[in-house]
């Protein structure tokens, strides 16, 4: 029996992605899914690690490089493409504010993480962010070491 995930769940989660950009405005979005893909997440067959969102040609923000299991149980015309672009559903005003600062600021839209609400609905926070440079990355990960070394200390001294 395959373990299915519970409502308020999380499906999946980009590590990399606060490592590899400065996220300064994150946004919840919800994705226009097929049920196929959607009885495909709830088994915990997706993934957002290559992914990443942006405009298509006709204005809409997408979510492109998102993989999603092919759901073994449906028919062949039921089947849905694993990585196909996604529509993200926002609010209109959240639209144009992101689809400025991608135009204008050089920022990219970035996939954070998936999960369940507590009403069923599959949800993606994607954060908005500028890439870092490696100098940045450096800074990052070294106070990161010192914060772990930093509660191994306060630890032993009780």
Do not use: C
């Not at 979005?29 to 957002?48: C, D, F, H, W, Y």
């Not at 040609?57 to 759901?71: A, N, P, S, T």
């Not at 609905?121 to 772990?148: S, Y």
């Amino acid at each position: 029996m395959t373990q299915v995930k519970p409502n308020g769940s999380e499906l999946a989660v980009n590590r990399r992605a606060r490592f590899d950009y400065a996220i300064e405005d994150t946004y919840e979005a919800g994705l226009m899914l097929t049920g196929s893909e959607v009885k495909s997440l709830r088994l915990g067959k997706g993934q957002i690690d290559q992914s990443f969102a942006g405009l298509d040609r006709d204005g809409d923000l997408k979510v492109f490089g998102l993989h999603i299991e092919e759901y073994s149980q449906a028919g062949p015309h039921l089947q849905h493409e694993p990585r196909r672009p996604r529509k993200l559903l926002l609010k209109q005003k959240e639209i144009k504010k992101i689809s400025a600062a991608l135009t204008r600021d050089g920022m990219s839209l970035v996939p954070l993480k998936m999960y369940f609400t507590q009403r069923g609905k599959v949800k993606l926070l994607v954060g908005l962010g500028k890439g870092k440079k490696l100098v940045d990355k450096r800074a990052t990960e070294k106070e990161r070491d010192w914060n772990r070394e930093k509660g191994r200390e306060m630890r032993n001294r009780g």
